[in-house]
């Protein structure tokens, strides 16, 4: 697979839903037949509600339309005998079922009667369960963010009911959430916690589970070492535990990752010698020992499959193998393993196991010189992929349709799918990106806003509480007002004791007014002047529209690279840096500044004042910007930190102007003059100006400018660019 890790789904069977086993076993199947007769014999009662739901449990992926009549006769019966806690067990069984029939909707509309039945009941455990459930199905239909929230309330839930086991559960199912939206630093901690508990249990099961998720962070990461040494520890506990589809599974594991160490070209030889030591495999060349380790293991998880009558398991082992014949240039024996997996995975129906095989079959017909065929399987995964709305396969597809057609010699249809990848690949980037940077600052503003009101809410209180003590003493002394000279003496003390009050509150007061300042100065430097004026007045601003403003973009070329690489602090301390130095350039050539996202930065002139000069103002500004940024990554070059590399956008249009929010106020500008100001920055060049038409014309006399041509802009066709050169004095 050309530029991308195999998904290798066996590698990942269990990570989200714990509990539940990939297959149908013999034991299920018997248990099935247990409740079956039981049910012959079951009273219309509540342990018969029971029973029609467990035993829909049991049949729900062989048999889900006896399932479903199952369960809804079980509803039937517990709404009929007001039996809420059976009622609430058939609709989450429901909810299961339509999961498995991949009906996201109807699944999560009988997971929520289910939850809202088990909150009018107060069981908190079978709540945590629902939201659980929630989490899982979100996670499975790509909604990252639902799943993230569903999970983290099931586990607030039962660290109250201290349920040490459920929660090392849940923090699994968070960290593999995180995993997919590439937190994978958060997600480590989070097994860790996780490990701590099941270590403690002594779960060996759960633990084999932490240690394959640590192997799968890492094998994401191309951190093969790392990825090796928790897949080898897994293996160990499998084979200890010897649960035969574990162990499969986990043979696989090791295999995938070994494969990936090999076919990366990492210095793997030491690694793989040590290995043949260990085994009884004969030597041979350096390339064909490693690849027959690998082969032994696929083999070892093979049989184990065979063993279980498990298709799928045997279907994603063959797709492997594949893979790796295909390295070794044994082109026929990769395309016959494929053809049995085909078509079990078109007996399985299962897309994302097609997509594997056909990814796999275009690559090995492009090796084998017949591109023509090679085509044919990336079209075919790539139609199943966007069907899938599968992202990572999407962009696979791109970058292959772009390398099959550079073979065939079609440069032109190569050229428009590396666009396509490229644009593709940096719109995903930059999603995540922006998601995570605005997670973190909202999470940060949150605790900060919510601590001031803390501090302020425990100030005024003791105030209150002195001024009450104060008067309780003053009523005290004056009971015992006995003579007119104890009375004068206890006048004279309440006075002074009014006094020392007074100058308390005054003090008080001042602290408060100086917060009152405090905040209205960061309100200042969130909003302009007078937007924040209008926003205290008002409690709310009106939208202006701007007939003309000039709207800067800039980004970073290779952030994303230098960030994977750096510890978060140090990040955000050197775009903060830089960021700093932007905000002086800005004010000094009268420039708003709008917001940052994530390594972007945008101001716009003109704007809330207007003025004829926005153009100008902005290139200007834009000149300076690359200056100043050069020279300080010339400094960070030479002391052997990170450097960055700029791309500016400018565009003038007219634009809406206004702030959103009523609790987080934001100053923002919308209009297809910012959409264009962005389009042009993503098309621009590092150390490059980048601006329109609209601009050119304004600022042509003062600036020279080099003529790009009409180049595509996403959503906009395409537009005429223009360079504005400059130099920097040294």
């Given at each position: 697979m050309r530029g991308q890790h195999r998904t290798k789904k066996g590698a990942f069977i269990g990570a989200l839903l714990w509990w539940v086993a990939s297959a149908i076993t013999l034991s299920a199947q018997s248990a099935a037949?247990?409740?079956?007769?039981?049910?012959?014999?079951?009273?219309?009662?509540?342990?018969?509600?029971?029973?029609?739901?467990?035993?829909?449990?049991?049949?729900?992926?062989?048999?889900?339309?006896?399932?479903?009549?199952?369960?809804?006769?079980?509803?039937?019966?517990?709404?009929?005998?007001?039996?809420?806690?059976?009622?609430?067990?058939?609709?989450?069984?429901?909810?299961?079922?339509?999961?498995?029939?991949?009906?996201?909707?109807?699944?999560?509309?009988?997971?929520?009667?289910?939850?809202?039945?088990?909150?009018?009941?107060?069981?908190?455990?079978?709540?945590?369960?629902?939201?659980?459930?929630?989490?899982?199905l979100y996670e499975n239909f790509g909604q990252p963010d639902s799943a993230l929230a569903y999970h983290k309330q099931s586990l607030a839930i039962l660290e109250t009911l201290q349920d040490t086991l459920r929660i090392a559960r849940a923090r699994f199912n968070i960290a593999a959430v995180l995993q997919e939206s590439g937190d994978y630093t958060e997600a480590r901690n989070q097994l860790y916690e996780a490990r701590a508990i099941l270590e403690r249990v002594g779960d060996l099961d759960g633990i084999a589970k932490v240690y394959t998720q640590l192997g799968h962070i890492?094998?994401?990461?191309?951190?093969?070492?790392?990825?090796?040494?928790?897949y080898q520890q897994a293996l160990q506990l499998r084979q200890q535990l010897g649960e035969p589809q574990g162990l499969a599974m986990a043979l696989s594991d090791y295999a995938n990752a070994l494969d990936e160490y090999q076919a990366r070209g990492v210095d793997t030889l030491t690694d793989v010698f040590a290995l043949l030591e260990r085994t009884s495999i004969p030597r041979r060349t350096a390339q064909s020992r490693s690849a027959d380790t690998v082969l032994h293991y696929y083999q070892r998880a093979l049989t184990i499959w065979s063993q279980l009558d498990n298709a799928a398991g045997k279907a994603q082992v063959f797709t492997n193998m594949a893979d790796v014949y295909k390295r070794l240039g044994q082109y026929d024996k990769g395309l016959g393993l494929l053809r049995q997996a085909e078509a079990i995975a078109r007996e399985l129906e299962d897309p994302l196991l097609l997509m594997e095989i056909y990814n796999v079959q275009s690559d090995i017909y492009d090796r084998m010189g017949q591109h023509t065929r090679a085509l044919e399987y990336v079209r075919k995964y790539y139609a199943l992929a966007r069907e899938a709305k599968n992202q990572k396969f999407v962009q696979s597809a791109l970058k292959d349709f772009s390398e099959v057609y550079s073979a065939m010699g079609d440069y032109q249809r190569a050229y428009a799918y590396r666009v396509k990848y490229d644009e593709f690949r940096y719109a995903r980037l930059r999603e995540k990106e922006r998601s995570d940077f605005a997670r973190k600052e909202v999470l940060y503003e949150a605790e900060r806003r919510e601590r001031l009101l803390k501090e302020q809410e425990t100030a005024l209180k003791l105030q209150a509480a002195e001024l009450a003590r104060s008067r309780l003493e003053l009523y005290?002394?004056?009971?015992?007002?006995?003579?007119?000279?104890?009375?004068?003496?206890?006048?004279?003390s309440r006075n002074q004791l009014r006094a020392r009050a007074n100058r308390e509150l005054a003090a008080k007061n001042a602290v408060i007014e100086r917060e009152r300042q405090r905040a209205d100065d960061l309100l200042t430097n969130i909003l302009p002047t007078a937007t924040a004026a209008e926003l205290k007045a008002h409690n709310r601003v009106r939208p202006i529209r701007y007939e003309s403003v000039t709207v800067m973009f800039t980004d970073f070329?290779?952030?994303?690279?230098?960030?994977?690489?750096?510890?978060?602090?140090?990040?955000?301390?050197?775009?903060?840096?830089?960021?700093?130095?932007?905000?002086?350039?800005?004010?000094?050539?009268?420039?708003?500044?709008?917001?940052?996202?994530?390594?972007?930065?945008?101001?716009?002139?003109?704007?809330?004042?207007?003025?004829?000069?926005?153009?100008?103002?902005?290139?200007?500004?834009?000149?300076?910007?690359?200056?100043?940024?050069?020279?300080?990554?010339?400094?960070?070059?030479?002391?052997?930190?990170?450097?960055?590399?700029?791309?500016?956008?400018?565009?003038?249009?007219?634009?809406?102007?206004?702030?959103?929010?009523?609790?987080?106020?934001?100053?923002?500008?919308?209009?297809?003059?910012?959409?264009?100001a962005a389009r042009l920055e993503q098309t621009s060049q590092p150390g490059?100006?980048?601006?329109?038409?609209?601009?050119?014309?304004?600022?042509?006399?003062?600036?020279?400018?080099?003529?790009?041509?009409r180049l595509s802009a996403k959503n906009k066709g395409e537009v005429a660019m223009y360079f504005v050169e400059y130099t920097c004095d040294e």
């Open positions: 037949d247990s409740l079956a007769r039981l049910l012959q014999r079951a009273p219309a009662d509540t342990q018969r509600v029971l029973l029609l739901v467990d035993y829909a449990w049991e049949i729900n992926e062989t048999q889900p339309e006896k399932a479903e009549r199952l369960l809804r006769e079980a509803i039937a019966l517990a709404q009929h005998l007001a039996y809420r806690r059976g009622e609430a067990k058939a609709w989450n069984g429901l909810g299961v079922l339509e999961e498995i029939r991949q009906n996201k909707n109807a699944a999560q509309q009988y997971y929520l009667k289910a939850l809202q039945l088990r909150q009018q009941l107060g069981d908190k455990a079978e709540i945590a369960s629902s939201l659980n459930n929630l989490g899982v890492y094998l994401e990461l191309d951190r093969y070492r790392e990825a090796l040494r928790w005290a002394s004056l009971a015992g007002v006995i003579a007119l000279l104890v009375l004068a003496a206890l006048l004279f070329k290779g952030f994303t690279l230098i960030a994977e690489s750096l510890p978060s602090e140090v990040l955000i301390a050197e775009l903060d840096e830089c960021f700093t130095l932007f905000d002086n350039i800005v004010l000094q050539y009268g420039l708003e500044k709008i917001k940052t996202i994530g390594d972007a930065y945008m101001c716009a002139g003109g704007l809330p004042l207007p003025n004829s000069t926005h153009p100008t103002d902005v290139v200007r500004a834009a000149i300076t910007m690359q200056c100043q940024l050069q020279g300080l990554m010339a400094r960070k070059k030479a002391e052997g930190r990170p450097v960055f590399e700029m791309r500016i956008g400018i565009h003038t249009g007219p634009v809406i102007a206004g702030v959103v929010g009523r609790h987080k106020f934001a100053y923002d500008i919308w209009g297809d003059t910012v959409n264009t490059k100006i980048n601006i329109s038409e609209t601009t050119y014309q304004a600022v042509k006399d003062l600036f020279n400018c080099t003529y790009r041509g």
